[in-house]
């Protein structure tokens, strides 16, 4: 793994193979902005870069904290964009959490040649051997500049990703940021400009982290059940199943933690957590509490706060989440099928 | 009729065009073009129900209409139903009207559409077409828009988001032409055209495309003082036949006036749209045949079999109603195979409708010897990609080449599944058993009859194991669960949960996993009180005749629904609480559609920001007040109404104690329990509990309950000393700060003013119990 300092060849509104598309796909949890992020680089790139594109995300029912993906397909100006299928084998992934990197499924389809952009804070990534050796990893701090600047992750990530792709005239799109907020939230322009320029320096350039030869295979899901397995009528016959989810994504920098020695046990936390997400047990015999909150199940834990706000003892507290502090904490909640 | 052979040019949307009118260059999404279509057409009335995925048309004018863009009048109905009636009341008033919906809307409103053809009132109605339920899936598909195929509208297809702007204003040239005098449809795919911005041509100078339009000729209307009309007559049997030759002459009429008007806008616009678009069909064998976004696809695949000298093309009507059947025979006379790819089944028919009507138009010309494979393919959203168009080609190609089809008809990627794979292992689920008792005890006063409820501590509940799992897919710090939770350490025994259509449903119940661990059903967005009335009465029906076993302690049926839901489903829930059916309807009121993106509903208070009653220099968020629901349905003289938040877990878990106890013996109980939506309503994922207790504080939400018609405040500010202006509580959340900026004294203080008068009532009714 080696680090290297940025040049910045300009060739402003050519894609780097002319006569390609170029196609970004951004990996992200809802609510940190990728879809905003990929409809203001397309609309730069269109209005104002000359270029052909196509902005879109994938759509379900998933909520704030979901992982969401969005998508950017860019042509040379007189060339046709007909299809509307989602990116399978990206010139460019932008990775908006660090958790993602653990999803097999993030890296999928990246070509050999490809660029990854990642959110994620200094220190070593041993999930990135997964990637071609052939691929550049451009890696910014986005969260902690994000926080640092009032802003959010997108504006920074977008800013590395004008700087890891000249032909993305990084001052032509944060123009094109700059406007998207200059009507209705004109507070946000300053901090946003700041935020993106420092995603275009703070950037750590990674090279021959990567072990695999050649692109990685594109993914697609499989369901569970095919029409040959699946339950007539749609029905779903296994009670609280969601419990195999993990979402401990969703969190964005901040967990509750407990005190212990602070608890009194009064319940009172567990009346407003809408994670269901806080681990009750028996106490000792004899013991001053018959109920006692044993911690919190952070695979569930959407990093709300709503718990620390109830806590009448201060026995709950917002604590910023270090790697590994969640997995360090964690009190399963079924423990008799997730350890 | 002559054919239209001209070639779809192969350039792209968007490019400097070559008609007459001044153009500009945009980036637009499907939805957002047919906005942009509508502030152009510059449409009288827009009646709409909010619906994914179509919603986005309703959100971009209302954002357009607050910036003082254009002037359309926009009602949201009650659903789509209503927003349909409103639309037809409209345009029977003689100006332009507009709607947006898409799927279940479709259907809901779908009583409305042949009686507007029927009765010859010209609108637009653009179709973000999504599948139908059931299981509910939000995603695009064709079965939405193939059961609007007999109700006599004009469809007009738009396969990306230019052919939704330009058809847009074709579509309400042709439905006022006199000879033609339909409502039209323009459709095009929910989220593959709907949600994907592309470059975009549109109008720079509306006076040549106001020229085209003209003014909406004058057809009779109730409006008409010095005419009076009857609209709407009763019409039976010799007589109705008639009506429906009328309208299949307007139809026939629309054959011919839809190319006049496509090409007098091909004149302004530069861009060419046939009946029937062709891409490379010259000296094409084999072709696919397809709707709208796939169809482009599908281009791309071809252009590759073309390099490789196969003589193959594809296919896509621009126009569904009327049929293109003379362009299609025309286009196939020399092909000896096509796929014709249906995006939904007739189920039975061996075929979609697309296939049908294609196949039947060929059948009935004699030179005609094209082969026909027909493929269901994309449903529910599954992506149509270009390797799925190869296979469709080289099916075409092979058909041709052995001059019969192998398989007729068939699924095109399905998953068949592994039968060594199970699915999702669940948890041990909640039964009655299962749930400790006494944590509210309910004691009858045996002098009074009224009802008393001792809580357990907090802390004991947490013995209480919850019937929801986590896992779930609520937002951070979504207040929906809390309330549920708070629900759930009280109710005791059995429970048959129904959720109606909202955040609690999609967040709980994302296939193959649930998050229930007791008997749960979603049936659609506003029919849960019908559906549950109909499997209480079941329930007691079977009882009765020994099917069922009479337990020691029966089951209680649960409706769970948002505010949203209780507008829609307004009509069967009142009609629930009048059969007084022994069910609980829960609603857990956040004050707008936050499934769909926090578009207003009517239990949104005045001066709301929400998607669809933006703020901007013309408007200051919704235009009327909140729908006061706990009096609609005290007015139906239930046993019991309460209200409720999760911000007073103590107050929430005596009153759904007692509704309990009433829904078991007596009848139908009903409670509004206030919900936090920090997402929407713009405030710190933690801040439940102080903008929760200014809401109750300000008496915005009062809590109390009507026992038997006896209304009790619970809960009483102003005796707390702790009464505070509205203003407190506004200030707390961003969709509502603007109501303190100097602009809007005026909203602010008819809410204030509302929020207090009926305070006033509500004292006076908890005063007296004769209230």
Redesign the interface.
């Known amino acids: 793994m080696t680090s290297q300092a940025v040049s910045r060849p300009a060739a402003s509104g050519i894609l780097p193979n002319a006569a390609a598309t170029f196609e970004i796909r951004f990996e992200s949890i809802g609510?940190l902005g990728a879809h905003g992020a990929g409809?203001i680089l397309?609309?730069a790139a269109?209005?104002r870069l000359g270029l052909?594109?196509?902005?879109?995300?994938s759509?379900?029912?998933?909520?704030?904290?979901?992982p969401v993906r969005s998508f950017v397909r860019l042509t040379p100006?007189?060339?046709?964009?007909?299809?509307?299928?989602?990116v399978e084998m990206p010139d460019c992934l932008v990775v908006f959490h660090a958790a993602l990197i653990r999803n097999p499924t993030t890296f999928a389809g990246i070509k050999a040649d490809g660029t990854v952009i990642l959110n994620a804070p200094a220190g070593p990534l041993p999930e990135l051997k997964v990637l071609p050796r052939t691929v550049r990893v451009f890696r910014v701090d986005a969260g902690v500049i994000a926080l640092q600047e009032k802003s959010r992750p997108n504006a920074v990530l977008l800013g590395t990703l004008c700087e890891a792709f000249p032909f993305l005239d990084g001052e032509i799109v944060r123009e094109a940021l700059s406007e998207e907020f200059a009507g209705k939230h004109p507070e946000a322009v300053a901090s946003n400009d700041r935020a993106f320029r420092r995603g275009q320096t703070e950037v750590e350039v990674v090279t021959g982290i990567g072990e695999a030869v050649g692109a990685l295979p594109a993914a697609r899901s499989?369901?569970?059940?095919?029409?040959?397995?699946?339950p007539e009528g749609?029905i779903?016959?296994?009670?609280?199943?969601?419990?195999?989810?993990?979402?401990s994504m969703?969190?964005v920098g901040w967990m509750p933690v407990l005190d212990t020695e602070k608890c009194v046990?009064?319940?009172?936390c567990?009346?407003?957590?809408?994670?269901?997400?806080l681990v009750?047990g028996d106490g000792e015999p004899g013991a001053k509490?018959?109920?006692v909150?044993q911690g919190v199940?952070y695979?569930?834990c959407?990093?709300?706060?709503?718990c620390?706000?109830?806590c009448p003892t201060g026995a709950l507290a917002k604590t910023a989440e270090t790697p590994g502090l969640a997995d360090s904490l964690r009190v399963p909640?079924?423990p008799e099928?997730i350890k | 009729m002559t054919t239209e052979m001209r070639e779809a040019e192969p350039t792209a949307a968007g490019l400097p065009p070559r008609g007459s009118a001044r153009q500009k260059m945009d980036f637009r999404s499907g939805n957002e073009a047919a906005a942009l279509a509508a502030r152009d057409v510059g449409f009288h009335v827009m009646g709409y129900f909010p619906i994914t995925p179509s919603t986005e048309v309703a959100e971009s004018l209302s954002k357009m209409h607050a910036d003082g863009d254009h002037e359309i009048v926009m009602i949201a109905g009650d659903g789509e139903h209503g927003a349909a009636g409103i639309c037809y009341g409209a345009a029977l008033g003689g100006g332009r009207v507009l709607n947006a919906t898409s799927s279940q809307g479709l259907l809901y409103s779908l009583e409305q559409l042949p009686v507007q053809a029927g009765t010859r009132v010209p609108m637009v109605l653009n179709i973000a077409a999504r599948t139908v339920s059931g299981p509910l899936d939000i995603r695009g598909d064709h079965s939405d828009i193939y059961f609007a195929l007999n109700t006599g509208w004009i469809i007009l297809l738009a396969r990306d988001p230019q052919a939704v702007y330009d058809m847009n204003f074709a579509a309400v040239k042709i439905g006022e032409h006199p000879d033609v005098r339909l409502p039209v449809i323009v459709c095009y795919d929910g989220f593959f055209t709907s949600h994907q911005k592309r470059r975009i041509q549109i109008f720079d100078d509306l006076d040549p495309i106001k020229a085209f339009l003209g003014v909406r000729p004058h057809f009779p209307t109730p409006l008409d003082f010095d005419h009076p009309t009857t609209f709407g007559p009763y019409m039976n049997d010799p007589d109705l036949i008639n009506n429906k030759v009328q309208l299949w002459e307007a139809m026939e009429a629309a054959r011919r006036v839809i190319p006049e008007v496509l090409t007098e806008l091909e004149g302004l616009t530069g861009r060419h749209y046939p009946l029937l678009d062709e891409y490379r069909m010259d000296g094409a064998d084999a072709a696919v045949i397809l709707m709208n976004s796939a169809a482009e696809t599908a281009k791309e695949a071809v252009d590759l079999f073309r390099d490789r000298g196969e003589k193959v093309g594809v296919i896509s009507p621009n126009v569904l109603r009327p049929f293109p059947t003379h362009e299609f025979r025309a286009a196939l006379r020399n092909v000896k195979a096509a796929t014709i790819g249906d995006r939904a089944d007739s189920y039975g028919a061996d075929g979609g409708n697309l296939s049908l009507e294609v196949r039947a138009a060929i059948q009935q010309d004699k030179a005609n010897e094209t082969v026909v494979a027909s493929r269901i393919y994309g449903l529910g959203g599954k992506d149509f990609r270009a390797s799925d168009a190869q296979t469709f080609i080289q099916l075409a190609i092979d058909t041709a080449q052995a001059g019969k089809v192998a398989e007729a008809f068939a699924y095109h990627g399905a998953t068949a599944g592994v039968a060594t794979r199970v699915g999702p292992v669940g948890l041990p689920p909640i039964t009655g058993k299962d749930i400790p008792r006494g944590m509210a005890m309910v004691n009858k006063d045996p002098v009074t009859g009224a009802l008393s409820v001792e809580l357990a501590p907090v802390w004991e509940m947490t013995k209480v194991p919850s019937r929801l799992a986590p896992g779930h897919g609520a937002c951070p710090g979504c207040g929906i669960v809390p309330t549920l939770h708070q629900v759930g350490r009280v109710l005791e025994g059995d429970v048959v949960m129904l959720f109606q259509t909202g955040c609690a449903m999609v967040t709980t119940t994302g296939y193959p996993a649930t998050a229930h661990r007791v008997n749960y059903v979603h049936n659609l967005f506003q029919n849960g009180a019908a559906t549950l009335s109909g499997l209480v009465e079941m329930y007691w029906e079977r009882v009765r005749r020994g099917e069922l076993p009479k337990p020691v302690e029966d089951p209680t049926f649960v409706m769970v629904s948002g505010d949203g839901g209780m507008d829609i489903g307004m009509g069967a829930a009142l009609g629930a609480a009048h059969r007084n059916h022994k069910m609980m309807i829960l609603e857990y009121d956040n004050q707008g559609y936050m499934n769909t993106g926090a578009q207003l509903s009517y239990s949104t208070p005045i001066g709301n920001r929400t998607s669809t009653s933006e703020i901007g220099k013309v408007d200051s968020g919704k235009r009327y007040h909140h729908k006061d629901t706990a009096q609609i349905f005290a007015a139906c003289n239930v046993p019991y109404v309460f209200t409720a938040s999760e911000g007073f877990p103590e107050d929430l878990m005596r009153k759904v104690a007692k509704a309990q106890y009433y829904a078991k013996r007596e009848g139908l109980v009903y409670g509004k329990i206030l919900s936090f939506c920090p997402l929407n309503w713009r405030t710190p994922d933690d801040g439940a509990a102080p903008v929760l207790q200014a809401a109750i504080d300000t008496c915005f939400f009062p809590l109390y309950e009507v026992d038997h018609g006896h209304t009790t405040i619970t809960y009483d500010p102003d005796a707390m000393g702790r009464r505070r202006p509205a203003t407190d509580w506004l200030k707390q959340m961003g969709k509502t700060r603007h109501l303190l900026t100097n602009g809007n004294s005026e909203l602010e203080l008819r809410l204030q003013a509302e929020v207090d008068r009926r305070w006033s009532r509500l004292k006076a009714m908890h005063a007296n119990p004769e209230l």
Not at chain 1, 77 to 86: F, L
Request: glycine share 10%.
């Open positions: 609510g409809q397309a609309t269109v209005l052909n594109g196509a902005s879109f995300s759509y379900g029912s998933e909520k704030k904290g979901s100006s007189e060339a046709p964009i007909r299809t509307s299928e989602p499989e369901p569970a059940w095919g029409f040959t397995t699946q749609g779903v016959m296994a009670p609280g199943s969601t419990f195999w989810n993990d979402l969703s969190r046990h009064c319940g009172t567990d009346l407003v957590c809408p994670d269901l997400c009750w509490y018959l109920r909150l199940d695979r569930y959407k990093g709300c706060l709503r620390v706000e109830s909640l079924f099928f």
